[in-house]
């Protein structure tokens, strides 16, 4: 199928786009990479009278340390996040994550702000964005704002960006100390949309007690989520002390929206979900503690 007939326009800066957003209203959509909005358009399962095309705006794109976090912008392309060396070195669980994300040549086009403002739940980067505390830098008419990311994923494929805004750029977190990261999910086929994910990253002193920890889940719920209970459970203890299996299970043990679909039953994903958790559990204190 092909898609209906729509509007194409270029803006040439971010707040050129801002501009068009207001100007046009719900007939309008931004175009950060296309990787998910297109196949939509074609299949006509979504429809826009016009199309704002930010691939090409430059201050949108780029990966610059800022101090205690990594600055990169929304218009980044996934491949460019999984070739840097700076991405590896400051924020691992990033670079581990973008190689899940569909093929190569999905990751060529696709871009991280895409991503988070598509919201799947199901995808990786929401949920590492939502497991390191990331901040979200949007720009609209009213001027520009930071988002942290518990408050930025309000419901499927929903976000707090306004209809008047655009998302600029991510903001993560740098941990620093002795850090272990993890990212494990599950599948049908490589490069699918995951049946239920965690993305996990923790920090342990030089006793190995744990004094951090950030957990998020993809694939279980509406959003992605942290798992909360099993963060406040880890931290302040020894992780001589952690039962993996018995947190993998706590983790999921909340969740009461774990929807059944095509691709698996809800109870199956629950026990999936649990299973991913102990596994990036037990690499990331492995990790942590040189193991």
């Not at 996990?200 to 744990?210: M, N, Q, S």
């Not at 774990?258 to 690499?283: K, W």
């Given at each position: ?60 794109q780029g990966i ?133 994910g965690a993305a ?11 004094v951090r920890c ?78």
């Open positions: 199928m092909k898609p209906p007939a729509f509007e194409y326009h270029r803006p040439d800066t971010a707040g050129d786009a801002v501009e068009m957003l207001a100007q046009l209203g719900d007939g309008a959509k931004v175009l950060a990479g296309g990787q998910s909005l297109v196949p939509m358009l074609a299949m006509r399962l979504t429809m826009f009278e016009h199309l704002i095309d930010i691939t090409r705006i430059a201050e949108l610059e340390r800022e101090g205690a976090t990594l600055k990169i912008g929304a218009g980044t392309t996934d491949v460019d996040i999984e070739t840097s060396s700076e991405v590896a070195a400051t924020v691992p669980l990033l670079a581990r994550a973008t190689p899940l994300i569909g093929h190569f040549q999905i990751r060529n086009r696709g871009t991280i702000g895409g991503s988070i403002v598509h919201a799947d739940p199901a995808a990786e980067y929401p949920a590492v964005a939502l497991a390191l505390d990331a901040t979200l830098e949007v720009l609209g008419t009213a001027g520009a704002r930071r988002i942290q990311s518990p408050e930025f994923f309000t419901g499927l494929w929903d976000t707090a960006v306004d209809d008047d805004e655009l998302l600029t750029a991510i903001s993560f977190p740098v941990w620093s100390g002795r850090c272990g990261f993890a990212i494990e999910e599950v599948a049908r086929r490589h490069g699918d949309f995951a049946i239920a996990l990253a923790l920090e342990v002193d030089g006793a190995d007690t744990v950030g957990i998020g889940l993809f694939g279980l719920a509406p959003t992605p989520v942290r798992a909360s209970a099993v963060e406040a459970e880890i931290v302040g203890r020894h992780v001589d002390e952690i039962d993996a299996e018995e947190l993998g299970q706590l983790a999921i043990s909340d969740l009461d929206d774990v929807q059944s679909d095509l691709h698996s039953p809800a109870a199956y994903r629950r026990r999936v979900g649990a299973v991913m958790v102990t596994r990036a559990l037990r690499t990331a204190m492995a990790e942590a503690c040189g193991d």
